[in-house]
């Protein structure tokens, strides 16, 4: 076998061209999923129970299942559901994107609403408790005082699950999406050589991971800086 370096180096400009809809991907989903993320705590941590086990079990069947069945029960599945094709999703279910997204979405929402549990959890009880004194109502002390803090604990935790879901964007290749793993795996069956072309997607991706990574390292220390601020003040 034959290692060919100027394949990886050829190949780079063309998987290159599949950045678009895997930065796409990684947009719609997560911000979509943050919002999710934000909802399905509020209800896990109500203290009602009519809204705390849905968010449970809606967590748990997400984070339980692997995420590609996911996208297959969405992708393959929702479409052959009369009421599903009738209704106002149908335009966004119908596209592999649309499919991609919402499966993506859901996911990362389990995984960023426990994420951001953690976060609030980690919040010291005694803070909680000086802004009650202070009169603040429950409301403006998850608001002002208890998400700030939050935040920047689970900052860290939700830098991992954003470059899992750069990672996770790649499945999106499993029903023909021409992200960079769709379109390197159309380069292999052209070139029928899988070694160098996946190789040159994984650097694709590892640059990313890394731009990610340091965007994140820098937004940790403004956030505690920041606070260090707010606390001398």
Not at 98 to 127: F, H, M, P, Q
Request: with cysteine; charged share 10%.
């Amino acid at each position: 076998m034959n290692f060919d370096f100027n394949l990886i180096l050829s190949s780079l400009p063309q998987i290159a061209a599949g950045l678009g809809i895997t930065l796409k991907l990684m947009a719609y989903s997560t911000a979509i999923g943050l919002v999710l993320a934000v909802l399905i705590l509020l209800m896990r941590i109500s203290g009602r129970w009519y809204l705390a086990w849905p968010a449970m079990g809606y967590i748990y069947f997400l984070r339980g299942t692997p995420i590609l069945v996911q996208i297959f029960i969405i992708y393959h599945g929702l479409p052959q559901l009369d009421f599903v094709r009738e209704s106002v999703l149908w335009p966004v279910l119908r596209e592999p994107f649309g499919c991609c997204v919402v499966a993506l979405s859901l996911n990362s929402s389990a995984y960023i609403s426990e994420i951001l549990r953690g976060g609030v959890l980690g919040v010291d009880k005694g803070v909680n408790e000086a802004a009650r004194a202070l009169g603040l109502s429950a409301p403006q002390r998850f608001i002002y005082v208890v998400t700030p803090i939050a935040v920047r604990l689970a900052l860290p935790a939700y830098s991992n699950e954003f470059i899992s879901m750069m990672k996770a964007t790649a499945l999106a290749s499993t029903v023909t999406l021409l992200d960079i793993t769709g379109v390197a795996r159309t380069i292999v069956s052209n070139t029928f050589a899988p070694f160098e072309i996946f190789i040159a997607a994984a650097l694709i991706y590892l640059a990313m991971a890394w731009v990610f990574q340091v965007g994140f390292g820098k937004l940790e220390d403004y956030l505690g800086k920041y606070m260090k601020r707010g606390a001398s003040a």
